[in-house]
């Protein structure tokens, strides 16, 4: 099938674009690149030894995005493409609603006008709030606390009506966990802009010698060691779950939620120790007050995924610390 991969040269869009091209899928990568680099499509196309089309183009430009489809018949569409830090979103909210609502519903008119009714969004366990107990069940209440919190919530909405509505649109909504890792070439993986916001990026710097120690956001929650708990999932992993939401979104009409997660917790202390270990690196960390925003510990119930998408994460936090490190040592 022919997928056109919104936010393609991001983290979790070019991973999911290698293991599309490597099951035989075309794929057209619409991007704007304005927190990723045109580099990763080479990268993309170095690590599969296939070729795939990009267009430079901002889903707001909604002339530019009707083009796109003009020239590729498209079957359905892969939505990563958005804002995605909490903290920038309370200081600029219009440009994150502007951004990412206007964007998607640019993007689901013109998939309308094209006749190209299936959708997978990138979605985040961040929906499931403050209250819910853990592991988060894809029935659970959603909410949010922050304008990205609300973009989340704010779109699963937008694709439930637009499913009820008109029961010929297939979306599938993924609830994301904690993305990390790398593709094991050491090609492609994260590189944030400037400080990392997220654990596993600022660890990699501090164990870098580019920032000089971590800051542990509290170790006095009810966990085992005191500190957050978190359900990390290799980004390989996750782009895999995005194949069998694909083969979902074919089979199925609706608007339908998944998490994809491993269903295991891990402390940020456990976390420093696994990379220190694995990769024989030194992180100095000192405990810090509370993170405004954070939660005790998120996991997530992945029993529909496995039931429902027959996807269930393979790999384990060693390879996800080890091929962390190894994009970080490729990228110097
Ligand atoms: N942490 C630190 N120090 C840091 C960074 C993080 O101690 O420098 C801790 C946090 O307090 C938390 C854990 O590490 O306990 C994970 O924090 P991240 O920032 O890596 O991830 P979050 O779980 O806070 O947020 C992530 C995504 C959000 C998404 C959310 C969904 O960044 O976009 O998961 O649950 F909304």
Same mark, same amino acid.
């Given at each position: ?17 290698? *293991?599309?091209?490597?099951?035989? #899928?075309?794929?057209?990568i ?15 196309? !170095? ?5 795939? &089309? ?11 995005? !009707?083009? /796109? ?13 958005g ?6 979103s ?21 998939? &309308? ?7 997978v ?10 209250d ?6 894809e ?15 704010m ?19 993924? &609830? ?7 593709? *094991? ?11 990392? +916001? ?6 990699a ?50 608007? *339908? ?6 269903? #295991?917790?891990?402390?940020?202390? !456990?976390? /420093?120790?696994?990379? !220190?270990?694995?990769? +024989?690196?030194? /992180? ?5 007050? &509370? ?20 996807? #269930? ?20």
């Open positions: 099938m022919k997928v056109l991969v919104t936010g393609g040269a991001g983290f979790i869009g070019s991973h999911t674009c290698v *293991e599309l091209l490597n099951a035989g #899928h075309e794929v057209v619409v991007d704007n690149l304005s927190n990723s680099k045109e580099e990763a499509v080479d990268k993309i196309r !170095e690590i599969t030894g296939k070729d795939l &089309r990009f267009y430079r183009v901002d889903l707001l430009d909604r002339r530019e995005l !009707e083009d /796109v489809f003009a020239q590729n018949p498209v079957g359905a569409v892969i939505h990563f493409a804002y995605k830090a909490v903290g920038e309370v200081e600029k909210p219009l440009e994150y609603y502007w951004n990412n609502i206007a964007g998607t519903l640019i993007l689901l008119e013109t998939m &309308r006008a094209a006749g190209c009714k299936k959708i969004f990138s979605s985040s366990a961040t929906v499931y709030g403050m819910n107990p853990v592991p988060f069940k029935g659970y209440p959603i909410s949010a606390t922050n304008p990205y919190g609300y973009t989340k919530v779109i699963e909405q937008i694709l439930q009506d637009l499913c009820h509505a008109d029961p010929s649109w297939s979306a599938v909504l993924l &609830r994301y966990f904690n993305p990390i890792g790398a593709h *094991e070439s050491g090609l492609i993986g994260e590189s944030p802009n400037g400080i990392p +916001n997220n654990l596993l990026p600022y660890i710097q501090v164990a870098d010698g580019v920032l000089p120690e971590l800051k542990v956001y509290g170790d006095d929650y009810d966990t085992p060691d005191g500190t957050g708990v978190r359900d990390y999932i290799h980004v390989v992993d996750l782009a895999k779950g995005h194949l069998a939401a694909l083969d979902y979104a074919v089979s199925y009409t609706g608007a *339908e939620p998944f998490n994809l997660g491993t269903g #295991h917790g891990t402390s940020v202390l !456990e976390m /420093v120790q696994a990379f !220190e270990k694995t990769n +024989n690196v030194r /992180v100095p960390y000192k405990i810090v007050s &509370r993170r405004a925003g954070d939660i005790a510990a998120a996991y997530a119930d992945t029993s529909k995924a496995e039931r429902v998408l027959h996807w #269930h994460a393979e790999k384990g936090i060693t390879e996800m610390c080890q091929d962390s490190w190894k994009f970080i040592q490729h990228s110097r």
